[in-house]
T-cell receptor, first 113, second 115 residues
């Protein structure tokens, strides 16, 4: 089955700086990669996703890149704000059943003033 | 904006008791899921459900677990005889489609505490 690795586990940046979180996946057939933001005591919230037919997708301050050859994808947050502080999870869809999301281990992002 | 809702937000139970966690998926969604998250760990898939039957289940989803869509709006997870290790956050999710075309939207979760 799919295996997703995520780095770093914690990330501290100053407000206004950029943050980058990286993930690798094992199943070369995986074709859908969402990113979720989880605030304390809440459920994961989908913030951006990318499909394997594109290499990059951007939504305001958030962008995701995908390298299918290397089997890795990254989340980029620019001009970070205190409200960006949360745990971020990458995930990949299991192409066998196309229903199961396999999550990374999470990155705790802290944006300091 | 439509959202997935879950009740209760927190459930405390004694080991060996049965619990039912409830979810109301987004109304036009056809695919439903349960995931769990042990404190401080990643989110783990439990089961997916479509057309009134289980599509896939993980090794965690053993005979003590069952899912049901008792009516047109609710989706439930039952744990028949809870164990201490079942303590976790349980998230329901739903999607309109499956695979790459189906963004999964998560509910706020139910925190299950087994004493």
């Amino acid at each position: 089955g799919e295996n997703v690795e995520q780095h770093p586990s914690t990330l501290s940046v100053q407000e206004g700086d950029s943050a980058v979180i990286k993930c690798t996946y094992s199943d070369s057939a995986s074709n859908y990669f969402p990113w979720y933001k989880q605030e304390l005591g809440k459920g994961p919230q989908l913030i951006i996703d990318i499909r394997s037919n594109v290499g990059e997708k951007k939504d305001q301050r958030i962008a995701v890149t995908l390298n299918k050859t290397a089997k890795h994808f990254s989340l980029h947050i620019t001009e970070t704000q205190p409200e960006d502080s949360a745990v971020y999870f990458c995930a990949a869809i299991d192409t066998g059943t196309a229903s199961k999301l396999t999550f990374g281990t999470g990155t705790r992002l802290q944006v300091t003033l | 904006e439509p959202e997935v809702t879950q009740t209760p937000s927190h459930q405390v139970t004694q080991m060996g008791q049965e619990v039912i966690l409830r979810c109301v998926p987004i109304s036009n969604h056809l695919y439903f899921y349960w995931y769990r998250q042990i404190l401080g760990q990643k989110v783990e898939f439990l089961v997916s459900f479509y057309n009134n039957e289980i599509s896939e289940k993980s090794e965690i989803f053993d005979d003590q677990f069952s899912v049901e869509r008792p009516d047109g709006s609710n989706f439930t997870l039952k744990i028949r005889s809870t164990k201490l290790e079942d303590s976790a956050m349980y998230f329901c999710a739903s999607s309109e489609n499956r695979g790459a075309g189906g963004e999964q939207f998560f509910g706020p979760g139910t925190r299950l505490t087994v004493l």
